[in-house]
């Protein structure tokens, strides 16, 4: 089992992993740490500088401070914390409704949880590891534990690559008993990378982000 920078062990397995696509790290938070070179903070100087007249007693503290990161739907700012939701996804609840209720996706959660699953690995992949196939989605999801026991996404992949959204390409693999097989694989589109995914979510199958 892997360990995460933060000494937590990682287990990409288990299906109460809700960021089992963190592959390397325990949350959000702690890719994010890596990824800025961040350290951790002294607890007595942050209270110094707030006019605690305590502070002395804090001086062999540190903690993690805390990170901003982005709204997965509207991209706003949200404020990640070590010990308190470290993966939040939302900046409030109203865009976690906005994404369970979109008007024109069935099953709106478990397909927006695909493309952020698929920008996150356009995002911080190599290029090689940036294409997945639907059988390959089929069991990354299944790690949750509440998606479709019959896969589905070779055609949802299909639908949102003839949105815009995704790109499409043709591949060979070798089965176990060595013969070719000829199969589809998707990423997420490049120019939409620094798109709110909800933004894209919403525009890209023909609804009003903004509800206008």
């Known amino acids: 089992m892997k360990v995460c920078i933060c000494g937590n062990p990682i287990n990409s397995e288990a299906t109460t992993n809700h960021v089992f696509w963190e592959e390397d ?4 938070y702690c890719r994010l740490f890596d990824e800025r070179g961040l350290e951790k903070v002294n ?14 007693n804090f001086k062999g503290f540190f903690d993690y401070p805390p990170i901003q990161s982005e709204c997965q739907c509207c991209g706003k700012e949200v404020v990640l914390s070590k010990t308190q939701e ?18 024109k996706s069935r099953k709106s959660q478990f397909v927006f949880t695909m493309l952020r699953v698929m920008k996150h690995y356009a995002k911080t992949k190599e290029d090689g590891r940036q294409w997945v196939n639907s059988a390959e989605m089929y069991s990354l999801m299944q790690r949750m534990g509440c998606h479709p026991e019959k896969n589905p ?4 992949m ?16 070798i089965s176990e008993t060595g013969n070719k097989l000829s199969i589809k694989e998707y990423r997420f589109k490049p120019s939409l990378l620094n798109e709110p995914l909800g933004k894209v979510f919403y525009e890209y199958a023909g609804a009003s982000f903004d509800g206008e």
């Open 25 to 28: 790290y325990c949350s959000t």
């Open 43 to 56: 607890r007595g100087e942050l209270l110094k500088e707030k006019g605690n007249p305590n502070w002395k």
């Open 86 to 103: 470290p993966s939040k996804p939302y900046c409030s609840r109203a865009c976690h409704t906005k994404i369970h209720r979109h008007p």
């Open 153 to 156: 996404y070779a055609m949802l």
């Open 158 to 173: 299909r639908i949102w690559t003839s949105r815009g959204v995704l790109e499409q390409k043709d591949s060979t693999r």
